[in-house]
């Protein structure tokens, strides 16, 4: 009897629970539980917070101008303790920048600014949200940061503008991750992916598989856990071509996470070969300064040491690698294993040789692997026999020419840009409104709890 009656209070207080989060579908008798529903909605409402942040939005350094943004509830009344101007800014119209003075807990003057007032929920985050626009030194923005601290704001955590933002549904994941993909992007692919993504596309991609599978899931449960009411299930080869159909979807989605990393982090060329093969004079030759010191002493390259560059619209990070050879030397055997390591995390692999010496020990001659190209140097010197008739791009970095007399750098520019357009170009990136995933199979679907309740 006591069973019974706690069975009974507990399923009361179920539906008591269920009954807000609970949204129809239009089918009787099935209920939707759906995430954006609870207090930290992804797509409407505000989530209410207690404390109030600030943070310099600018980067360090001189300049003319840094931005100090105050977010939260208590936002614009420390805007009043520490402004002073014609009004209050607790009287300013939203979006409106008013001059004025900010003045520290001590009553001394710190910088004349521009400040404006973001009233929520038309703000960044969502959040009543005030910009000061101070004088770029590092000092004058130190002071003022300081002040609305002092005020009673605390330090803003790395990205919690953003963070807060999305907590506010002002924007979903894949938005929120797109910031900082904006703010980093460094080739006009990397900005045109970032931007598209910023927009909602890849987002709205993701909720549409979502609604399709919340939809299907919701018509299977309803058909059989209601079957008085007539609802005909899909049959068994509709329903695998409606899973098939998201599947291959989601597989598109997939596909793009390489292509995105690339985007995000450039393509990672690694330079190897033997000892004094010309590894580090060709990274000073595809960078255009002396980077590397270069000798006649074999292992000078005892570490890997990576610059990037931008080929053909594509983000290239070239790293120079310790030559391989048998070492006994503890130093330069740490080295060779690093050279390994990148050799396996390599997008493209630029094998260096030397074209007046016999093919090296770690030779091993294979032809056709489409992510290596084998560069053969000193091309102003005698070709040894080994080399003859052999198919690879010559050059040398010590004239500047390559094969035909062409400039050597630029031909190994080229060489190398070619396999990165050919494998990341505009023509292979998704066409503009199709979404790219970041590094990381699945890393950019929003971390949100689907489920389907019926009864």
């Not at 579908?25 to 995430?35: A, E, F, L």
């Not at 140097?377 to 080994?386: M, V």
Request: glycine share 10%.
């Amino acid at each position: 009897m006591r069973r019974s009656a706690e069975g009974s209070d507990t399923r009361a207080i179920r539906r008591k629970k269920s009954k807000a989060p609970r949204q129809s579908n239009g089918r009787s008798g099935c209920r939707i539980w759906q995430p954006e529903r609870l207090p930290y909605n992804l797509q409407a409402g505000i989530m209410i917070v207690s404390d109030t942040i600030a943070a310099i939005s600018t980067p360090p350094g001189e300049g003319a101008i840094a931005l100090v943004r105050v977010s939260g509830a208590n936002s614009i009344q420390i805007a009043d303790k520490i402004f002073r101007g014609k009004e209050k800014p607790s009287r300013f119209a939203s979006h409106v920048q008013h001059l004025g003075e900010i003045f520290s807990a001590e009553d001394q003057l710190i910088d004349q600014v521009v400040l404006s007032v973001h009233r929520a929920p038309a703000s960044y985050t969502g959040e009543d949200l005030v910009e000061i626009s101070c004088h770029g030194g590092m000092l004058v923005c130190a002071k003022v940061l300081e002040a609305c601290l002092r005020a009673g704001a605390r330090a803003a955590r790395p990205g919690e503008f953003t963070e807060r933002a999305f907590l506010n549904g002002k924007m979903d994941l894949t938005q929120a991750e797109a910031v900082i993909d904006l703010i980093r992007a460094r080739t006009d692919l990397a900005l045109r992916s970032a931007t598209e993504q910023l927009e909602g596309r890849l987002g709205d991609q993701i909720r549409k598989i979502r609604d399709e599978l919340i939809g299907l899931l919701a018509h299977i449960n309803a058909s059989i856990d209601f079957p008085e009411e007539g609802i005909a299930p899909d049959e068994g080869e509709t329903l695998c071509a409606r899973l098939d159909s998201v599947r291959e979807q989601i597989c598109a989605l997939l596909a793009t996470a390489d292509q995105g990393r690339v985007l995000r982090e450039g393509v990672r060329v690694v330079i190897y070969g033997a000892t004094n093969a010309g590894k580090s004079s060709l990274l000073n030759r595809l960078l255009g300064y002396d980077r590397v010191i270069v000798s006649d002493t074999h292992g000078t390259t005892r570490d890997t040491i990576e610059e990037t560059v931008n080929l053909e619209g594509v983000s290239v990070r070239l790293l120079d690698t310790a030559g391989l050879r048998a070492s006994e030397s503890e130093l330069e055997s740490e080295g060779i294993a690093r050279t390994e390591k990148s050799l396996q995390l390599a997008d493209l692999r630029l094998h260096i040789a030397d074209r007046s010496a016999p093919k090296p020990a770690h030779f091993n001659g294979q032809a056709g692997d489409s992510n290596e190209i084998l560069v053969l140097n000193k091309s102003d010197l005698p070709e040894d026999s080994d080399w003859k008739n052999f198919a690879a791009l010559r050059i040398s970095c010590v004239t500047g020419t390559a094969k035909g007399n062409s400039d050597a750098h630029q031909t190994a520019k080229s060489e190398t840009g070619k396999h990165s357009r050919d494998q990341y170009s505009p023509s292979r990136l998704p066409s503009p409104g199709v979404g790219i995933l970041r590094s990381g199979a699945g890393s950019a679907l929003p971390g949100t709890v689907v489920g389907v309740r019926c009864g």
